[in-house]
């Protein structure tokens, strides 16, 4: 049902009781939509480097393999995740605090900017003289449009995210809420921080090497370049996690009427992300010389802990959660029955809870350890590390927004999802597969594989080089886990745009998918032990365990390799 004011349309969603605004609606449409386009490039370029690490197969020569290299890294690292950002950042304040978009004409500018900044990259990057991957280091030199783009794009974002907090503004004078925002809108709002921060650093260093690529500058120092250049690349995926927590917490509140743990705790570990998190950018320059171990000691111990210790209390918060609000719903016998009876058929739900798991597990205790100083060496530069950050931003990030994007499908496009045990199967196939292929190629890369290389047994070489058995399965495993990833990822866009383009209605009568609060039935005396969350307490010591053992394996590996005479 529509409302039209003198402002702005408006509509009712009958599944969720959200007075939503059309235009608002619209944009969040146009975003997501591009976003899934994007995702589905960005995985038929992983697929084509996939193919062609796998030594088995070898699929792409060495210039198209670096092209299909940079493609992927810059589409599905940054492109389709900021697409799909900010279309949360349009849905999220509008919808929970019922109020209009601010300044549409300059949000439609933003997707303007965005579409044609990753056009121009893209081109720059097809046209075969600027495969120079994500991190495209200097004295490395792409097109000048090749940078171009990439700033347009990150102008868009930036519009963005601007468009966001004139929306909070709004919402203010209007009185569409009362005391504190909500946790959602607040996690929004603390990505959107760290996305100016983000966005400054990347113009702070690629304006002057757009302008060196046109030959107005002289050189850049390769060494300031890594340095701010990280802050701009690795803390973009710190705008992922503050996001993708963000919908952790939302499809909680959604699936089961669950309330955080403790709202103020949860706050303040969003207020340690502005603080801290962009401190793990230099994990990155742990092999770099110019850079003192004192600074960075500093940056990736006592200063990053501190984000670590966010993500630990999200880690617990959000399961601890579900948990409680399943034990106030009946579900209380048992450390896990409310984990058992959870709906893991549902893809909102069984897309969230494993990108914690997937995130907690594989990215997060890999990204603590490789940012030790002695560790680092081991694995700096090899094929280790791209299987940490698949584990955060396709673990993490990508199936979190998946799972959003199956509640939103009904709720904007009033569509029902189409082929629903495929919907149920996809994020199982997309994690699992991805699972697989970040340990599989983690355990590669502590085996010495390299990072970035087209052939990694240098085949035809004076410095031919035959990897043990060991190291040849662990690629073959890994990239066989890549390929399912992939047929899940292709699965994913397939059903989303059927639903969009051919999926049944929502009936006008549809019954409300908003979970009942958690109290709804009537038990108060939860729980076990004096814990209310006993479940997730011991999931949560799991995971410190396996921590801690991780990272002890590693040390005793790097005295295996740094003996004593």
């Not at 690629?475 to 292709?490: H, R």
Request: charge should be neutral.
């Amino acid at each position: 049902m529509a409302i039209t004011t003198a402002q702005s349309p408006f509509r009712t969603d009958p599944l969720t009781g959200l007075r939503i605004d059309l235009t608002a609606a619209t944009l969040v449409k146009v975003n997501a939509v591009l976003a899934v386009v994007f995702l589905l490039v960005g995985g038929t370029a992983g697929l084509l480097v996939a193919l062609t690490r796998w030594p088995a197969v070898h699929l792409l020569p060495a210039d198209l393999f670096y092209m299909a290299l940079t493609v992927h890294g810059i589409v599905a690292l940054m492109v389709w995740i900021i697409f799909f950002e900010i279309a949360v950042l349009y849905f999220v304040p509008t919808a929970l605090l019922s109020c209009r978009l601010a300044a549409p004409k300059m949000a439609w500018t933003q997707v303007a900017l965005m579409t044609i900044g990753a056009a121009i990259t893209a081109v720059a990057i097809l046209q075969g003289d600027s495969s120079v991957m994500m991190t495209s280091y200097v004295p490395m030199n792409a097109a000048p449009h090749f940078y171009l783009g990439l700033i347009l794009f990150a102008v868009g974002a930036l519009i963005g995210c601007g468009v966001f907090w004139g929306t909070l503004v709004i919402a203010k004078e209007e009185k569409t809420y009362e005391g504190s925002l909500p946790l959602t809108v607040y996690g929004c709002m603390v990505a959107t921080v760290i996305a100016v921060f983000t966005i400054a650093s990347g113009a702070i260093i690629l304006i002057p090497t757009f302008l060196w690529s046109l030959g107005l500058i002289k050189s850049i120092d390769p060494m300031m370049y890594r340095v701010i250049w990280w802050a701009f690349g690795h803390s973009s995926q710190q705008i992922n996690v503050t996001a993708h927590i963000t919908i952790w917490y939302t499809v909680a509140g959604l699936a089961f009427g669950a309330k955080p743990m403790s709202e103020k705790v949860s706050r303040t570990a969003f207020l340690l992300y502005i603080l801290f998190l962009q401190f793990g950018s230099v994990h990155h320059l742990l092999s770099d010389p110019g850079l003192s171990s004192a600074w960075k000691i500093f940056n990736t111990s006592y200063m990053m802990y501190l984000a670590v210790l966010a993500s630990l209390i999200h880690g617990l918060t959000v399961p601890g959660s579900i948990e409680v609000a399943q034990r106030r719903n009946g579900l209380n016998n048992g450390l896990f029955e409310w984990l058992r009876k959870c709906p893991w058929g549902n893809p909102v739900f069984s897309s969230t809870i494993l990108s914690i798991i997937i995130f907690g597990f594989i990215g997060g205790i890999t990204g603590v350890v490789m940012s030790v100083e002695q560790v680092n060496m081991i694995i700096h530069n090899t094929i280790y590390v791209p299987g940490h950050f698949h584990g955060t931003v396709a673990g993490g990030t990508t199936l979190a927004f998946m799972g959003l994007t199956y509640y939103l499908i009904p709720v904007l496009f009033q569509r029902q999802v189409i082929m629903k045990p495929l919907a149920a199967l996809q994020p199982w196939l997309f994690g699992g597969g991805m699972s697989v292929f970040a340990l599989a190629i983690m355990g590669a890369g502590t085996l010495g594989v390299p990072r970035r290389h087209w052939d990694i047994t240098f085949a035809g070489q004076a410095l031919g080089y035959e990897w043990p058995g060991l190291t040849q399965m662990f690629m073959a495993v890994g990239e066989i886990g890549g390929v399912i990833a992939v047929v899940g990822g292709a699965l994913f866009c397939l059903i989303v745009v059927g639903s969009i383009l051919m999926g049944e209605p929502v009936p006008a009568d549809a019954k409300n998918i908003v979970a009942p609060p958690a109290d709804a039935g009537g038990h108060k005396e939860i729980g076990a032990g004096g814990f209310e969350a006993p479940g997730t307490f011991v999931l949560a010591m799991v995971l410190f365990v396996t921590l801690v053992l991780y990272y002890f394996v590693n040390f005793k590996y790097l005295a295996t390799l740094w003996t004593l005479t």
